[in-house]
T-cell receptor, first 117, second 112 residues
Framework: NAGVTQTPKFQVLKTGQSMTLQCAQDMNHEYMSWYRQDPGMGLRLIHYSVGAGITDQGEVPNGYNVSRSTTEDFPLRLLSAAPSQTSVYFC????????????????FGAGSRLTVL | SQQGEEDPQALSIQEGENATMNCSYKTSINNLQWYRQNSGRGLVHLILIRSNEREKHSGRLRVTLDTSKKSSSLLITASRAADTASYFCATDAPGRGGKLIFGQGTELSVKP
């Protein structure tokens, strides 16, 4: 049981390049989310999904796209990387999520460290 | 904007001492959770307390919640060097569709 798997663990991009951070979970979790973690800022929610085919924006969605074609996968796309997107990105999932469906206890991946030059 | 704010930002104690971290939040909540993050790793869920609960225990962890003051505290008793980590509170609020909003964290260092 792998839990939440993120790839790659490390990535260096040049400004303007695009890339996709992969996230997969094998726990049949409905809810998946992406956070970024910056020094002194804690974790900030980028996008989230309450099920396949359903996504919504978090606190800091600009510059990022997501899709949820399957229950297992929730990739995060950077369309045109900027130095301000240098950060550590965490994918997290939970069995429940969404209004009225119970407490949202998250299982996190190990993180992807992105540097944009 | 951050829902939870934690203090202190950093805490250094000796092994065997108790560590207390505080979290304040701005709006009403469904529940409040605490997570731990070891250096370079993902966050791990520690404990959840619902809005109608005042205190909860799990092993050496004790969490309190005061909804009138919109604050929570996490107490780690008899701390060990292995407790060295960052600790984050996260809130789930009504109308937010289950989204968790995290605080900035408290960095705990336990010296042997």
């Amino acid at each position: 049981n792998a839990g939440v798997t993120q790839t790659p663990k490390f990535q260096v991009l040049k400004t303007g390049q695009s890339m996709t951070l992969q996230c997969a979970q094998d726990m049949n979790h409905e809810y998946m989310s992406w956070y970024r973690q910056d020094p002194g800022m804690g974790l900030r929610l980028i996008h989230y999904s309450v099920g396949a085919g359903i996504t919504d924006q978090g606190e800091v969605p600009n510059g990022y796209n997501v899709s949820r074609s399957t229950t297992e996968d929730f990739p995060l796309r950077l369309l045109s990387a900027a130095p301000s997107q240098t950060s550590v990105y965490f994918c997290a999932s939970s069995r429940t999520g969404g209004a009225g469906s119970g407490a949202n206890v998250l299982t996190f991946g190990a993180g992807s460290r992105l540097t944009v030059l | 904007s951050q829902q939870g704010e934690e203090d202190p930002q950093a805490l250094s104690i000796q092994e065997g001492e108790n560590a207390t971290m505080n979290c304040s939040y701005k709006t009403s909540i469904n529940n409040l959770q605490w997570y731990r993050q070891n250096s370079g790793r993902g966050l791990v869920h520690l404990i959840l307390i619902r809005s109608n609960e005042r205190e909860k225990h799990s092993g050496r962890l004790r969490v309190t919640l005061d909804t009138s003051k919109k604050s929570s505290s996490l107490l780690i008793t008899a701390s060990r060097a292995a407790d060295t980590a960052s600790y984050f509170c996260a809130t789930d609020a009504p109308g937010r569709g289950g989204k968790l909003i995290f605080g900035q964290g408290t960095e705990l260092s336990v010296k042997p």
